[in-house]
Every structure is written in structure tokens, then in C-alpha cells.
């Protein structure tokens, strides 16, 4: 389910396919001991142990870049550090008076100063954790900004030993779920939407099976999520099998397997990040799986030639699952259906925004647009989402986006060679909406049902058909 990273992988991730800013910050913020933190200009150099020096500057990175960064309450992350420094020292069986939280001022240089000499008290009596706990602390900070484009690139694991270019590592499903995101608002039942391969394929599970049990936990109670879902997208180097208890609903089987976390062999359609073909045959179906360089004209030379010696009735979109990257280039493609207006804005915490325009230079297609969408559908997908309901260009058929938009990722490298990424600038839609957390309704709620995945039915995309042909 989940592609190895590398490295070089996750840097190029941040720098680029994670919602890339079409403008540098705003700032540099120094440390008090004067370390810059910047924008990397390579790939990072071998990882250096993570210090009390490098939560400092990461720490004064954020206040100093972070888009709310001026107006943040210091405090909330010192005390999320603390708290975590805490958990790590009981996790390792030390405990030390010392770790007790000085008291905080709402000064940030000054508080900066009590936390790191507490710190440095701490780890006087437990010297080996430094590291550790440092980790534990700057990891909890980043998470204490609760910000879905907030992250901190650390201990990158390195390929599995046997990965060829386009295996896939997991249990080799795919569900109902958007991975471990967005458990919040996930309904039940929860079921296998696409079996990729792998111990699934081998398992003998199929699309529109119920995931009744995970590691003999439900994966609902009261219609809530719970955290056993997560067990169903491990990540390299992750290897603890995953018990689950299906029900198959076409025969009323139920029985339970092991799936073992593993490298397979993906569907080379899966790899392509634009697919297209003629349906009905007279509509172009163009699928975009994330926003990568040059992704808005290979969608628009594949409408191009379907187009070809015929007269469309319009366009499907399928947005979903669509990982967002480039806003440059979710805006060209916006701009192959309409000109002349905002379709995003860039704000700082004091108002102070930057329209994102349509490029007037791209022919226009003047071809009625369907989007399908769901919870997959994420940040620049949900740029283009927002806009063409804003705007008007189309209409939205499927379930809610993600609601993942804080802003566009900006790097930073920190001084041990780790990197450190969050937004500038929040993002709003169109119309000035808050996306972030709350993602774009469709205009036509169509979801997937366990019946629909069993029989091989795309209801979302019937429902885009007969809307273009009304």
C-alpha cells in the first residue's frame, strides 16, 4: 500500500510534489547562537545525532517562518516538548527529579532559556538519552503545530534490500480509509476497495470484503473509528503482521487471516500518473494521480488526442486519490477551463494574501468538466476541487476531500542535516474559504459501498456520465 521512501525521496518530496510554494518565505529566522535555518539547496548530507542546539533552532525556526509564527504562543510547544521529554524518560525506565517544567513567562528567548537548562539538568543525570529524549522533544513540538503540512524529516529508513523501481510495501490493499489520515470522519463498515498484491493477493481477499476485526480489535465503535486501522498501513521497516477478520458478504463467509508487511510487485497502471481513454465514446476519462512537473499539460495533450476526429460531450477528471504536489501546476490546469480569475489565495496570519491567477496563455478546452473526488483527494488536488466548485467550472461528483490545505511546505535544513517543513502561508480557496481541515463537499455525494467494490461498479463515475449526457 505504501511506496518506499528514501532519503532523496522524501527531500524531493518536500521540496517539490508536497504542495510546492510558488514563492520563497517571507524570512530567515537565526537561533540566538546565530545558525541560520534556509532552504536546502542539495540533498542533505549524512544525518548528525539530534541535540538540545538542534531543537533550539528548530524551535526558533518556527517562530521565526511558520505562517502563524508571530502571533504562536511559544509556550504550547515548550510544554509539548516537555511532555514528551517526560514520556520518553518513563518509556526508558529513568525517571529524574529534575524533569520538572520551569515556569514560563510568555517570553520566548526567556523561556527558551529555562526549558534548555532543565533540558540540560535532565540529561546531566541520564547522558546516554540525550539523543533520545532531544528527538522525543523536537518531534512533539513539530506535532504540537497540528498542521497536516508540518513535518520534520529524520532517521530516513533506506530502501528494503530487495526493492526494485515500483514495488509497492504493505499488506498490499487498499480500503475505504484514506491511510492512517482522516480517521475522524471514516464510516463504516470498513472494507478492501483494490487488492494490489503481495500477502492480500496471496490471502485470497478480494475488493468489497469487511474488515470486521484488526489484530482482534473492531475497527469501529459507535460508528467511530479507532486506532486499530492504523495496523493497516505499515510503512518500511515495519514488519508485524497484521491479523484480520473478514466477512465476505456475497457467500456469508467468514474466517480470519495473517497478512505478513512486505514488498510486491504494483500494477504498472497504478505507477502512471496520467491514464486516459474514450468512454461512452464521446467522453474524455483523463485519471491524475498526483501533481507532479509537467502532470497539467500530459493531462491536457491526452484530452488532445481523444479528442482527436471527434466531437466530446466533455471531460472526467478523476481526482481521487490524487496525492496534491505542484500548485503551479494544479493552477495551468485550472486555466485550460477558464480565465481571468483567482483560484487560490496565500495568506499570512495578519491577512496579508497573494491571489494565485489563472495562466491566461493556456487554450482554453470549453468542455463541460465532472471532478470526481474523496477523501484521497489532497492539498493542490483540493486547489483544483475548491476551484472548480467556486468557480463554477464543473461540477464535483464522489465524497468530501481530505480537508489536508494548511499551506504549501517550505524547507528548512537544519544543522545535524535533518530537514524541517511547514508552511509560510495558509491557504484559503476561491472564495476565500477555509479548506484546511474541513475539505470540499461534492456537488453530488456518491460514495462506494462494499456491494459496488464486490461488483466491480464505479457508481461516482456512472454518475459523471449521466450528468454529461443530459
Not at 511558520?66 to 516537555?82: E, H, N, Q
Not at 469487511?210 to 479507532?226: L, Q, R, V, Y
Not at 496579508?352 to 474523496?374: A, F, G, N, Q, Y
Request: glycine share 8%.
Amino acid at each position: 500500500m505504501t511506496v518506499i521512501r528514501t532519503a532523496t525521496a522524501g527531500l524531493a518530496l518536500l521540496l517539490a510534489a508536497a504542495c510546492t510554494a510558488p514563492a520563497p518565505p517571507r524570512s530567515q529566522a537565526s537561533t540566538a547562537g546565530g545558525t541560520v535555518c534556509a532552504a536546502p539547496q542539495s540533498a542533505p548530507g549524512v544525518e548528525k545525532p539530534t541535540t538540545i542546539d538542534v531543537v533550539e533552532q528548530a524551535y526558533f525556526c518556527i517562530l521565526g517562518n511558520y505562517y502563524s509564527g508571530a502571533t504562536l504562543d511559544a509556550r504550547s510547544l515548550l510544554i509539548a516538548g516537555f511532555i514528551a521529554l517526560t514520556q520518553e524518560l518513563n518509556r526508558n525506565g529513568r525517571d529524574v527529579p529534575e524533569a520538572t517544567m520551569p515556569a514560563l513567562k510568555g517570553d520566548r528567548k526567556a523561556d527558551w532559556t529555562a526549558f534548555e537548562a532543565t533540558f540540560r539538568k535532565v540529561t546531566d543525570q541520564v547522558p546516554d538519552l540525550h539523543v533520545k529524549l532531544a528527538v522525543a522533544t523536537l518531534e512533539a513540538m513539530v506535532a504540537g503545530l497540528d498542521d497536516n503540512h508540518a513535518s520534520w524529516a529524520h532517521d530516513v529508513k533506506g530502501r528494503h534490500p530487495d526493492y526494485y523501481e515500483g514495488d509497492g510495501y504493505g499488506l498490499g490493499l487498499q480500503a475505504n480509509v484514506d491511510g492512517d489520515r482522516n480517521l475522524g470522519v471514516a464510516l463504516p463498515p470498513l472494507f478492501v476497495t483494490t487488492v494490489q498484491g503481495g500477502a492480500a493477493q496471496k490471502a485470497g481477499l478480494r475488493p468489497g470484503d469487511i474488515i470486521e476485526s484488526i489484530n482482534g480489535s473492531p475497527p469501529f465503535i459507535d460508528g467511530k473509528a479507532t486506532p486499530a486501522i492504523a495496523a493497516l498501513f505499515p510503512r518500511y521497516p515495519q514488519e508485524r503482521p497484521v491479523r484480520l477478520g473478514i466477512l465476505r458478504e456475497s457467500n456469508g463467509r467468514r474466517w480470519s487471516v495473517t497478512l505478513k508487511p512486505g514488498l510486491y510487485q504494483r500494477d504498472l497502471a497504478t505507477l502512471q500518473t496520467v491514464q486516459s481513454k474514450l468512454l461512452d465514446d464521446d467522453v474524455a476519462y483523463v485519471r491524475l494521480r498526483g501533481f507532479a512537473p509537467d502532470s497539467a499539460n500530459r493531462v491536457l495533450k491526452a484530452i488532445s488526442r481523444l479528442r482527436t476526429g471527434r466531437t466530446l460531450a466533455g471531460v472526467v477528471l478523476d481526482l481521487r486519490g490524487n496525492s496534491g504536489g505542484q500548485i503551479t501546476e494544479s493552477t495551468r490546469l485550472l486555466s485550460a477551463f477558464i480565465h481571468g480569475k483567482v483560484t487560490h489565495y496565500l495568506c499570512t496570519v495578519d491577512d496579508k494574501c497573494e491571489s494565485l491567477r489563472t495562466d491566461d496563455t493556456v487554450e482554453l478546452l470549453k468542455l463541460p468538466l465532472i471532478v470526481l473526488t474523496d477523501r484521497g483527494c489532497v492539498s493542490a488536488c483540493e486547489h483544483v476541487s475548491s476551484a472548480v466548485k467556486d468557480l463554477r467550472i464543473g461540477k464535483l461528483v464522489g465524497t468530501r476531500t481530505a480537508g489536508l490545505m494548511s499551506g504549501p511546505a517550505q524547507p528548512y535544513l537544519l544543522s545535524n542535516n535533518t530537514v524541517l517543513a511547514f508552511p509560510s502561508r495558509h491557504g484559503l480557496g476561491a472564495d476565500r474559504e477555509e479548506i484546511n481541515r474541513i475539505g470540499v463537499a461534492p456537488d453530488h455525494h456518491v460514495p462506494l459501498t462494499p456491494q459496488d467494490a464486490a461488483a466491480g461498479r464505479d457508481p461516482a463515475l456512472a454518475k459523471a456520465l449521466t450528468l454529461l449526457h443530459k
